[in-house]
């Protein structure tokens, strides 16, 4: 059997490679009942001969790392969806993976889980900037939002 190459799903996860500095704003929510002002430091890199994006995160408040999180981004060529795979310092149990799609320079994902549905957007504004917005809603349909912000490449 010949061994699949990357295409050019897997090239566009590219646009999130690098090292990232992000100004987030957090919306009071049942983690975060203040939510407030934080920075955001990623690290994301192609691996496994470019078939996933391995990214690790930071969230930093007043001085502090106050949460930790690692993502495994990829394309199910079955489903014909990109993947999320989240683990973080919350601890749960990550389920499934979120699944999305792109449009034009957006790709936002989607899951559902225990607590209710989650949705993650990253709109690329340019080659060393995007914004990222994550949701939360009960029912998959009234969305509220739990942190928005914008990265910018070092």
Partial sequence: MQMPNPDDHHE?????VGNWDGQEKMFPSPWDSEGGESVGQLTAKM?????FLFSNYEQIRDGHVTFKGHGVYGY?????KYTMHW??????????PAMGD??????????????????YTYQFINKGEYTFKMES??????????????FRRK
């Fill in 12 to 16: 566009k996860l590219h646009a999130l």
């Fill in 47 to 51: 691996e496994l001969h470019g078939f």
């Fill in 76 to 80: 199910d060529a079955h489903a014909g």
């Fill in 87 to 96: 683990f973080d310092t919350m601890g749960g149990d990550p389920g499934a």
């Fill in 102 to 119: 792109w449009e034009g320079d957006t790709l936002t994902f989607t899951n559902q889980h225990y607590f209710g549905y989650g949705r």
């Fill in 137 to 150: 809603s009960q029912d998959g349909e009234n969305w509220n939002p739990l942190m928005e912000s914008t």
